[in-house]
């Protein structure tokens, strides 16, 4: 039976208003669904050269974005985070079937490579806007910045956000897709079933939207940024890019 690895697109505040009416807004919502497909697209390569060549007759090495669309993550969860006042990034799904993946190690590789794609495009995204790459001027306030470049900085967040949370070993995220083919077949069936993720999903809601989880998520984010070379004042200068283009903020 085909598994489907489920790519969740949530974002750092769930509970700001989007601001539909900025061209910035819908820049970056294209720039999201292409994220997200270059996203299943990795689970569907890494899938594809660990034995399951049914995916490439199953469209599962498609560029195109309705090939990703799930009615849960693509739909459902958008319209929810709508409803509450939030940002209705869409999610994707890659159908693959796990029972043709030659080894454990192969299906763990598969479920990481999502997250790996986001971190991947995060690097590049970031680099653009790097401050000593000269594309931006490092003294400049966020709001000073041209659209493409705020639109650049905010994806690079989006995409670096999206990898950490998609890590956690919760079902349906990579991070746990990462960990069940060790578990054993019962308790991994258990997990799986439709009721299992959706209390997931609801048990991520909660700590992502905690002032103590958003804080510490906060702070992964910025020490990655610093790793880079990033110092402080960018990296403030970044998420001000972040909350200007997808909810219009103006700090």
Same mark, same amino acid.
């Given at each position: 039976?085909?598994?489907?690895?489920?790519?969740?697109?949530?974002?750092?505040?769930?509970?700001?208003?989007?601001?539909?009416?900025?061209?910035?807004?819908?820049?970056?919502?294209?720039?999201?669904?292409?994220?997200?497909?270059?996203?299943?697209?990795?689970?569907?390569?890494?899938?594809?050269?660990?034995?399951?060549?049914?995916?490439?007759?199953?469209?599962?090495?498609? %560029?195109?974005?309705?090939?990703? &669309?799930?009615? #849960?993550?693509? !739909?459902? /969860?958008?319209?929810?985070? =709508?409803? +509450?006042?939030?940002?209705?990034?869409?999610?994707g799904v890659t159908y693959v079937r796990r029972d043709l993946i030659r080894t454990r190690a192969w299906q763990s590789a598969m479920s990481?490579?999502?997250?790996?794609?986001?971190?991947?495009?995060?690097?590049?995204?970031?680099?653009?806007?790097?401050?000593?790459?000269?594309?931006?001027?490092?003294?400049?306030?966020?709001?000073?910045? %041209?659209?493409?470049?705020?639109? &650049?900085?905010? #994806?690079?967040? !989006?995409? /670096?956000?999206?990898?950490? =949370?998609? +890590?956690?070993?919760?079902?349906?995220?990579?991070?746990?897709?990462?960990?069940?083919?060790?578990?054993?077949?019962?308790?991994?069936?258990?997990?799986?079933?439709?009721?299992?993720?959706?209390?997931?999903?609801?048990?991520?809601?909660?700590?992502?939207?905690?002032?103590?989880?958003?804080?510490?998520?906060?702070?992964?984010?910025?020490?990655?940024?610093?790793l880079i070379g990033y110092d402080a004042q960018a990296v403030i200068r970044v998420r001000a890019a972040f909350?200007?283009?997808?909810?219009?903020?103006?700090?």
């Amino acid at each position: 039976m085909p598994f489907a690895l489920v790519s969740v697109a949530l974002v750092p505040s769930v509970l700001a208003a989007a601001d539909f009416g900025s061209p910035l807004f819908w820049a970056a919502f294209i720039g999201w669904v292409l994220s997200v497909v270059l996203h299943e697209f990795a689970h569907g390569a890494v899938a594809y050269w660990g034995g399951d060549y049914t995916i490439r007759e199953r469209g599962g090495l498609s %560029l195109n974005p309705l090939q990703y &669309v799930d009615p #849960l993550n693509s !739909l459902i /969860l958008p319209a929810v985070f =709508l409803a +509450l006042g939030g940002v209705p990034l869409p999610g994707g799904v890659t159908y693959v079937r796990r029972d043709l993946i030659r080894t454990r190690a192969w299906q763990s590789a598969m479920s990481l490579a999502g997250p790996a794609m986001n971190g991947l495009i995060f690097l590049a995204l970031a680099a653009a806007v790097h401050p000593k790459m000269g594309w931006v001027d490092p003294t400049a306030p966020a709001r000073d910045w %041209l659209p493409a470049q705020r639109v &650049v900085a905010a #994806l690079a967040f !989006l995409n /670096l956000y999206g990898a950490i =949370l998609n +890590l956690i070993p919760l079902p349906p995220l990579d991070g746990f897709n990462a960990i069940s083919p060790y578990l054993d077949r019962q308790t991994r069936l258990k997990l799986t079933m439709p009721p299992a993720n959706i209390i997931s999903l609801v048990i991520l809601y909660v700590l992502v939207t905690s002032p103590g989880v958003k804080r510490q998520l906060y702070d992964v984010t910025g020490k990655a940024f610093e790793l880079i070379g990033y110092d402080a004042q960018a990296v403030i200068r970044v998420r001000a890019a972040f909350a200007q283009t997808l909810f219009g903020q103006v700090p």
